[in-house]
Nanobody
Framework: VQLQASGGGLVQAGGSLRLSCATS????????MAWFRQGPGKEREYVAS????????FYTDSVKGRSTISRDNTKKTVYLQMNSLKPEDTAIYYC?????????????????WGQGTLVTVSS
């Protein structure tokens, strides 16, 4: 399984971005997908996840209400819509796939990772 994240960029505080993660492989529709991020000098942290069927979505508290994770299994793509961006959202954003399908927040459960896309939020 290969994951390709895109959509990052430079945005002013209060702005919006939509990240995309395109995948290869026939099993995409059975995988849970997630977004993690790693800010400057910080450890990689969980942002959001979605179950294999899109029926369950979960968010870390810092992005809840400002972000929406979604997926299109026909396009084998997962999205992260981020609104009301803050400077503390600045990070490299990684998408990840968990064959277990349950969309948990633990980084160790995700077997496949994209290369990351940089989001920079200016104040």
């Amino acid at each position: 399984v290969q994951l390709q994240a895109s959509g990052g960029g430079l945005v002013q505080a209060g702005g919006s971005l939509r990240l995309s993660c395109a995948t290869s492989g026939r099993a995409f529709s059975s995988y849970a997908m997630a977004w993690f991020r790693q800010g400057p000098g910080k450890e990689r942290e969980y942002v959001a996840s979605i179950t294999w069927d899109g029926g369950g979505t979960f968010y870390t508290d810092s992005v809840k209400g400002r972000s929406t994770i979604s997926r299109d299994n026909t396009k084998k793509t997962v999205y992260l819509q981020m609104n009301s961006l803050k400077p503390e959202d600045t990070a490299i954003y990684y998408c990840a796939a968990d064959p277990g399908g349950w969309a948990q927040s633990s980084l160790q459960l995700y077997d496949y990772w994209g290369q990351g896309t940089l989001v920079t939020v200016s104040s």
